[in-house]
């Protein structure tokens, strides 16, 4: 867990660009940590503006102190090890013990202090991305500040002029330090509580990875052949659960930082977008949605009432991100002979299976896999086998859910007669006689 040790009280102030000598340096406020890969509790404002505080799937909202008008944050870029599901840890690059980072949450008119600690074995810078700052405190390394250097503390400071979600990752050694897992949120809310209020807020970053089998560490030069894709680093059956009361409006914050768009669709519900990182979307231009597509380097909010309970499946459309380390060079076996290819195939490796000459059905399989790698389609669910993997999740709506409730409530208690059921088909009739046609003499 993390710690709020130094966390209340004053400060001296620290001017911005790199933070030198003993003086600066015991002015930094202290770094919070985190070691657990579920959702924390929302971070309730304790004064100031009122707001609906986000939770962030599989991660948690970094505390900050007040030091006079300005409120203190403190980042920490550093090797972490992340578990993308049971079973499975990636070595990547983060802040604050986890990839992505910790998402930052602040007020509309709020004067934010972010420190910037680097323990990379290079040098990094942080930009804030969709934000309207000063040009100084837009981290792109070599253009608008020097490179932060290992085991250096730079210090950003500037106003949020504008409500919104953004994102925040380096503009330093770019396809590395992404690549790596080095991202993570920022959440401004209206100064005016009553702007659009919701009762729940979640937020994650997507983000894709090539892990081969067996292994710990990404690709970093991959552009193209992903096989982990992830919501905030974490694969289904991984990633949390989205439970809601009943009734709820609903509001659902998604960044993009992968290398490709994905199309994010709600089952059982229709929404609106409603804020991109550019801004929010006057209501005049909102129109009903059941599947929003998310491009490279955006942000796309939505507001749903949930007013269908059940477990809904919630899920990125395109079909291979919903798998774990699949295999792009499998080839296409449907309607070939199970029993002449494992013949064949069993003269050249005794121990191979021949699969995929009916589908790729992967619920009912057990098959061998390096260590560190998880199935390709996975889950377990009431039914059986759910098959999925990836950037796969389900919003879970109950009736009686607390306000603060964001435990797994279990799976849905369906109502007498509201699953689908197999029917038996009517027995063949027997043959009947066509018209017209001459019948058979029978003996008496």
């Known amino acids: 867990m993390f710690s709020r040790r130094g966390f ?62 300005w409120k203190e944050f403190h980042l920490v870029a550093e090797p972490v090890v992340r578990e993308f599901a049971e079973g499975m840890k990636v070595n990547l690059w983060g802040y604050n013990g986890q990839s992505p980072g910790p998402t930052i949450e602040a007020v509309e008119g709020d004067k934010v202090r972010i420190f910037v600690t ?31 250097q290992p085991g250096k503390t730079f210090v950003y400071e500037f106003e949020m002029r504008k409500s919104g979600t953004f994102m925040y990752h380096p503009h330093s050694d770019e396809m590395v330090q992404m690549a790596m897992g080095m991202m993570g949120m920022v959440v401004v809310h209206p100064r005016d509580p009553g702007f659009r209020p919701v009762d729940r807020d979640f937020v994650f970053v997507m983000s894709t990875y090539r892990v081969d089998p067996g292994t710990y560490l990404p690709q970093v030069n991959e552009m193209t052949d992903f096989n982990m894709w992830t919501w905030n680093a974490r694969v289904f059956p991984g990633i949390d659960p989205l439970p809601v009361r009943l009734g709820d409006r609903v509001r659902v914050r998604i960044g993009n930082l992968s290398m490709t768009n ?13 804020c991109t990182d550019g801004g929010w979307i006057p209501e005049s231009a909102q129109y009903p949605e059941t599947t929003t597509d998310v491009p490279v380097g955006a942000v796309r909010v939505f507001d749903v009432l949930a007013d269908n309970p059940g ?29 002449d290819l494992a013949k064949a195939v069993g003269k050249l490796a005794p121990d191979a299976m021949a699969m995929g000459s009916t589908g790729m059905a992967m619920g009912n399989m057990e098959m061998p ?11 377990t669910g009431q039914f059986g086998p759910i098959e999925m993997g990836g950037m796969f999740t389900v919003m ?24 689908a059921y197999e029917v038996t088909p009517p027995a063949a009739e027997p043959a009947r006689q066509q018209p017209g046609k001459p019948t058979h003499k029978m003996k008496m």
């Open 8 to 69: 209340l009280g004053t400060a001296a102030l620290v001017g911005a660009s790199a933070v030198q000598g003993r003086v600066q340096a015991a002015s930094i406020p202290e770094a919070p940590h985190m070691d657990k890969v579920v959702m924390q509790p929302p971070l309730h404002p304790v004064s100031g503006p009122d707001y609906r505080p986000v939770v962030t799937l599989n991660g948690w909202s970094l505390p900050f102190r007040m030091n006079g008008d």
């Open 118 to 148: 680097n323990r990379l074995p290079e040098y990094t810078t942080v930009h804030w991305h969709g934000m309207i700052i000063p040009s100084g405190m837009d981290g792109v390394g070599g253009l608008t500040q020097p490179h932060i």
């Open 262 to 274: 994905h199309p994010i669709h709600l089952h059982g519900h229709s929404f609106a977008v409603t």
């Open 311 to 339: 477990d809904w499946a919630f899920h990125c459309h395109k079909s291979h991100h919903t798998m774990n380390a699949m295999g792009h060079a499998v080839r296409n076996l449907i309607g070939v002979s199970r029993k």
């Open 369 to 379: 896999a390096p260590d560190n790698t998880l199935p390709m389609m996975t889950g």
């Open 396 to 419: 879970k709506i109950r009736e009686d859910l607390a306000r603060d409730d964001y435990r797994d409530p279990g799976p849905y208690q369906f109502p007498k007669g509201t699953v």
